[in-house]
């Protein structure tokens, strides 16, 4: 079977397997890819981890350095699998919790976010823009 058989993703995945493999052939352009396929999944990573008890997109910034770094080390693959693992049942505890559970989930997470603004001193900043100068707008840092 040639690459005309094949549909538009099998096709890429091909192109990207002998690409991967050119690259493995030569022992320093692959450490170097490695290298950066671990720097950069690990930067990923630690903004997903970041960007946790933010709202938006933080447990999928996890999985995609995750994923980054899945793509070079087994280690990395199974962790993977591990915390969606975790991360799904953990989800489907809280979606069948009382609005109560809930209700503090969602209080735990604003107190968490704000906890931070404050200590980041985004409200002392903002604060001076329009006009508060309160002493404990500013961070404590």
């Known amino acids: 079977m040639d690459d ?5 993703f099998q096709e890429a995945e091909s192109r ?3 690409w991967r493999a050119h690259i493995a052939a030569r022992p320093s352009l692959n450490l170097a890819y490695r290298i950066a396929v671990g720097v950069i ?3 990923v990573l630690a903004a997903g981890i970041v ?3 933010y709202p938006g ?3 999928l910034i996890v999985f995609a350095g ?7 080390f087994a280690w990395a693959h199974r962790l993977l699998h591990y915390a969606r693992q975790r991360y799904d049942k953990f989800m489907h505890w809280f979606s069948r919790q009382s609005l109560v559970v809930k209700g503090a989930g969602a209080l735990l997470t604003c107190v ?3 906890a931070t ?6 409200f002392g900043l903002v604060g001076t823009w329009i006009g508060l100068d309160y002493p404990w707008l500013e961070s404590p840092l």
């Open 4 to 8: 005309s058989d094949l549909s538009p």
């Open 51 to 53: 960007a946790i008890p």
């Open 112 to 114: 968490v976010v704000l």
């Open 117 to 122: 603004l404050w200590l980041l001193g985004t």
């Open 66 to 72: 995750l994923g980054i770094l899945a793509s070079e």
């Open 16 to 18: 990207w397997h002998r």
């Open 57 to 59: 997109p933080g447990w």
């Open 41 to 43: 999944g690990a930067l």
